[in-house]
């Protein structure tokens, strides 16, 4: 049975902004679906009693003092936006209408 | 003198000795790149009037007996992930082509500190997603082994242009194998340290708990020479370990008496090319003849890291590469209707086929329905991973393995299956999983003259030992010293 189809294939490009074509999405249906399939593998082990590992490393919270710092100036951050106007990143509309 | 056939250490010597100018050197790396990159195309974007202005400002203190700073005048290559205020940092892109950082990476800041010169930015598999550097939407960087190889990937504009002697050393990052696999496909030293050894902050994330930068380099003592600068605990990075640099160059005596050598047994897999076979076993009794005694170990999930690595490394990318939308840098498409139709298309026209593959695997693993099935289950099995190398590291003090199971493949070889593509990094995944350092190091060459890479794993923070048996088999033999025709 095909692990991944067409219909999910469109749904998870929604949820991840990626516009596909009619080929790709053919493309990545058959791809995907090889590739789940390689990883079903996982299932043969066990692992109702294990803790899962998100991080190699002790995590805790890092403090710092709450003072003030040197941090990038305005033009700074602006220099690289594809659209501006003054201060502002400019987008395209956002309601439809 | 040819001054671009020269290590690290060695121009390092004769600059801080004032027997050459850093003027000097840079000019012939700049000469060298102009004869190679037509064959080689290993850099992005290059950066030869800074490059001269900083050895002009060294060749000056030179003149005035001024004492250097350790790394003044040496010229290295840093891979395009690597953000440098005011240079391009595009990930071989289409979607950052045009992205110039406002600051530095860590490593950048500590190796300008450090007097270290940067010639330009290396070629990549886009965001460092590949094994092969085809990956890029820019060029193909060929193998200077054998130009109708692959280089390896993701870090193959770093690896080609340290073996081609257009650098004199580099940096790449490694999420998957992306330091080792191409440093093994090109014959050269390559670390992969330990995670949270070296700060991440300023290199463009891909898979935020596998990452880490790593050198490239002609030898294991400039290996040793670069990590020491770069490694060390960052404010800006909370993942960087608060955890001692040792003085790695200092640690390599060449001494590897009564060291146990750990041999994993699932390492021993079917489409094991034969010549690379025999010499990691050939490597092995090098190793053994120095007093190092051999330990049959085990690391029984090897089978599943693949799989493993596929579901976390992807599931991270998509969520770490949400932020290409088209609004404060990088690409946008120059068409659009509405925000929405805006980000969709931007994407759709920025990123290259394997990214929006992994985007897609990605965000699948993390969807609702999907969730505990895949991506919490590929969490569990890390844990398994990470408790193999617990367990073996018990029994010895480094395990050693082939970098690779193959040499350099050709071109074209691999690019219709990303199964197989993904399956090339069969040996160095594990580490990432692991979060343990690896090393490789040249061991030889095939019939046809490929290099074949030995990679050295060690305890998470113990580069200082793989570096001491890597230098080790180094003196012992002479592959390092072998150079491409070109």
């Known amino acids: ?97 | 003198m040819e001054l671009h056939r020269l290590t690290i250490h060695e121009l390092r010597d004769l600059i801080q000795k004032g027997e050459v100018s850093p003027v000097r050197v840079v000019q012939d790396f700049l000469v060298r790149i102009g004869q190679m990159e037509d064959q080689i195309q290993a850099f992005n974007t290059l950066t030869p009037r800074t490059a001269v202005g900083f050895a002009k400002k060294f060749e000056e203190m030179q003149a005035r007996r001024e004492k250097l700073p350790p790394l003044a005048g040496v010229p290295l290559a840093i891979k395009d992930v690597i953000c440098t205020k005011g240079v391009a940092t595009t990930c071989s892109s289409r979607i950052l082509e045009n992205y110039v950082p406002p600051y530095n990476a860590t490593v950048m800041a500590r190796l300008n500190a450090a007097g270290a010169l940067m010639l330009g930015k290396t070629n990549m598999d886009e965001f460092a997603m590949g094994s092969s550097t085809e990956n890029s939407a820019f060029k193909k960087t060929r193998n200077p082994w054998n130009l109708g190889c692959v280089p390896g990937g993701s870090s193959g504009g770093s690896a080609a242009a340290v073996a081609a002697d257009m650098c004199a050393g580099a940096l790449g990052s490694d999420t998957g194998g992306s330091i080792r696999q191409p440093g093994g496909f090109c014959g050269i030293a390559a670390l992969k340290p330990t995670y949270g050894r070296v700060s991440r902050y300023g290199l463009v994330a891909f898979a935020s708990s596998l990452d880490q930068i790593g050198p490239l380099t002609k030898d294991v003592r400039d290996a040793a020479i670069l990590l020491k600068v770069i490694a060390g605990h960052d404010p800006l990075d909370s993942t960087s370990a608060n955890v001692p640099v040792p003085d790695y160059e200092a640690g390599l005596t060449g001494d590897i008496k009564g060291l146990r050598v750990g041999i994993p047994s699932e390492y021993s897999i079917p489409g094991m090319d034969p010549e690379v076979e025999s010499a990691i076993h050939e490597a092995i009794r090098v190793l053994e003849g120095l007093g190092a005694v051999q330990e049959k170990v085990s690391l029984p999930h090897t089978d599943y890291a693949v799989a493993t690595y596929y579901l976390v490394a992807t599931a991270e990318a998509s969520s770490n590469l949400e932020r290409y939308d088209g609004v404060k840098y990088g690409y946008r498409t120059p068409r659009s209707e509405h925000l929405i139709d805006m980000y969709m298309k931007t994407r759709r026209e920025g990123f290259g086929p394997e990214v929006k593959r992994r985007i897609m695997l990605g965000t699948y693993a993390l969807s609702a329905g999907y969730y505990d099935a895949y991506y919490l289950k590929a969490l569990k099995v890390r844990t398994l991973i990470r408790q193999d190398f617990t367990e073996a590291f018990k029994r010895c003090d480094v395990i050693v393995t082939p970098t690779s199971p193959t040499p350099a493949f050709k071109f074209g070889e691999k690019t219709d299956d990303p199964l197989q593509m993904y399956l090339s990094d069969i040996f160095t995944i594990s580490g990432n999983l692991a979060g343990v350092p690896g090393l490789n190091v040249n061991c030889g060459f095939t019939k046809s003259g490929l290099p074949i890479g030995l990679q050295v794993i060690g305890k998470p923070f113990d580069e200082e030992t793989i570096l001491r048996v890597a230098h080790a088999y180094e003196q012992a033999t002479s592959w390092h010293r072998e150079r491409p025709r070109l």
């Open chain 1, 1 to 97: 049975m095909a692990k991944i189809t067409r219909k999910e294939v469109e749904h998870v490009a929604r949820l991840a902004r990626l516009e596909l074509t009619e080929e790709e999405k053919e493309r990545m249906t058959a791809q995907l679906d090889s590739i789940l399939g390689y990883i079903d593998k996982l299932n043969e082990l066990n692992t109702s009693q294990v803790e899962p590992t998100t991080t190699v490393i002790p995590m805790v919270s890092v403090m710092r003092e709450d003072a003030v710092r040197p941090s990038l100036k305005q033009e700074e951050a602006l220099a690289n936006a594809p659209d501006r106007q003054d201060v502002f990143f400019r987008v395209p509309r956002i309601i439809e209408g």
